[in-house]
């Protein structure tokens, strides 16, 4: 990639012909034989076009996967979402969301992911433990899942805060709920034995805190919100994203294109219900909108189950969201999905 005036534009590496010099500080360079500049260094470039290889720990170079270039490339994408199905592809999410309702939606999504970790401690160890030996490797094609040094990752959206989602406010009330007691010891090493004087229980819901506020925003799409170890998370707690949000005017419906509040319609109850509301002015039809997906109208059984389990599926976690077997159904399930799942209701 390259950057101009802010702006990134993709070279694909079969258009480059390289050859590799090892400058004095350790890093290679991919140059072909023309000087250009990139972020005020000189480079050796080919038509334009260049990329870096770096030293692992190991000698080892790696390709380091961003190609640059003087003349700009002009994709006919222009930064369209596109929504993973179920099956693995993508498929066009049609009229663009706009980036702010995006990184809202990501944000949420994360923390309904946050909570189902806090409360597996078993899974957020083992997570945190992997992060930190899987950072010994230089992979700069993989994008981080999480921040995992401590502190909590930030979103997107500066001040945003979903109060009134069920994940945010279990995350707050896990929170409130923590052992604080060790925080009264003097020095680090009295709180560290106060610490550990706390019972298992108490310790385990420290890790899963610690761990899972650590989690960035994502969306199950592919490009720059796309974390792929947030959906095998996702898929390993089996989580439900219907379960703990709900589309609403505010939240979504408000803020995007009718026809896609209309294809919610149909996906809910068919061409039977989007004919009730296709000549609705847009205010109006998100705020029915909200009242349908909530289940809040009169409607037949099947159509209310349809609406309550409906969310857009950049909001789902694809591995996980699967139909349910009738008689899986009704076999009950005991563990760390079920009293978290109390609390959505």
């Not at 400058?23 to 500049?37: L, M, Q, V």
């Given at each position: 990639?390259?950057?101009v ?6 070279i694909?590496p079969?258009?480059?012909r390289?050859c590799?010099?090892?400058s ?9 034989g023309r000087?250009?500049c990139v ?7 080919e ?6 290889l770096?030293?692992?720990r190991n ?6 996967p961003?190609y640059y270039?003087e003349t700009?490339?002009?994709t006919d994408d222009d930064g369209?979402?596109?929504a993973v ?7 066009s999410?049609?009229?663009?969301l706009?980036?702010?309702?995006l ?6 999504r994360?923390?309904?992911l946050a909570?189902?970790?806090?409360n597996?401690p078993?899974l957020?160890l083992?997570?945190?433990?992997f992060t ?8 700069w094609r993989?994008k981080k899942?999480?921040?995992?040094v ?6 997107p959206v500066?001040?945003f805060?979903a109060k009134?989602?069920p994940a945010?406010?279990?995350l ?5 709920a923590l052992d604080?007691s060790?925080?009264s010891?003097?020095s680090?090493?009295e709180?560290?034995?106060?610490f550990?004087?706390?019972s298992?229980?108490?310790?385990s819901a420290?890790?899963g805190?610690v761990?899972s506020r650590t989690?960035v ?5 592919e490009g720059?919100?796309s ?8 898929s390993?707690?089996e989580?439900?994203?219907a379960h ?6 505010a939240?979504?419906f408000?803020r995007v294109?009718k ?9 809910a109850?068919g ?8 000549a609705?002015?847009?205010?109006e039809?998100?705020s029915?909108?909200e ?11 099947e159509?209310k189950?349809?609406a309550?389990?409906?969310?857009p599926?950049i909001?789902?976690f694809?591995?996980?969201?699967k ?6 159904d009704k076999?009950?399930i005991?563990?760390p ?8 209701a």
């Amino acid at each position: 990639m390259r950057y101009v005036a802010g702006r990134q534009s993709k070279i694909k590496p079969q258009d480059a012909r390289k050859c590799t010099t090892i400058s004095d500080n350790g890093r290679a360079r991919i140059t072909g034989g023309r000087r250009g500049c990139v972020g005020g260094r000189q480079l050796l470039c080919e038509g334009a076009k260049n990329a870096f290889l770096v030293l692992s720990r190991n000698g080892e170079p790696t390709l380091v996967p961003q190609y640059y270039t003087e003349t700009e490339v002009i994709t006919d994408d222009d930064g369209a979402i596109e929504a993973v199905k179920e099956s693995g592809g993508a498929r066009s999410m049609g009229s663009s969301l706009s980036q702010r309702l995006l990184d809202e939606l990501a944000m949420q999504r994360r923390d309904i992911l946050a909570i189902h970790l806090a409360n597996d401690p078993a899974l957020a160890l083992d997570f945190m433990v992997f992060t930190l030996a899987d950072a010994d490797g230089h992979d700069w094609r993989a994008k981080k899942a999480s921040t995992l040094v401590g502190s909590a990752a930030s979103g997107p959206v500066t001040g945003f805060e979903a109060k009134d989602a069920p994940a945010s406010a279990a995350l707050a009330e896990f929170a409130g709920a923590l052992d604080e007691s060790w925080r009264s010891g003097t020095s680090d090493v009295e709180r560290f034995a106060k610490f550990r004087a706390l019972s298992d229980e108490a310790r385990s819901a420290w890790l899963g805190h610690v761990v899972s506020r650590t989690l960035v925003a994502s969306l199950a799409c592919e490009g720059e919100r796309s974390v792929p170890m947030h959906e095998a998370l996702g898929s390993l707690l089996e989580i439900e994203t219907a379960h703990w949000w709900r589309p609403t005017a505010a939240n979504y419906f408000d803020r995007v294109a009718k026809a896609r509040t209309l294809e919610a319609l149909d996906a809910a109850g068919g061409p039977e219900l989007v004919s009730r509301y296709a000549a609705s002015k847009k205010t109006e039809l998100a705020s029915a909108a909200e009242r349908i997906f909530s289940g809040n109208f009169i409607g037949e059984t099947e159509v209310k189950k349809r609406a309550q389990s409906w969310v857009p599926e950049i909001m789902r976690f694809v591995t996980a969201e699967k139909p349910v077997d009738e008689e899986d159904d009704k076999i009950a399930i005991n563990g760390p999905e079920d009293a978290i799942a109390e609390r959505a209701a």
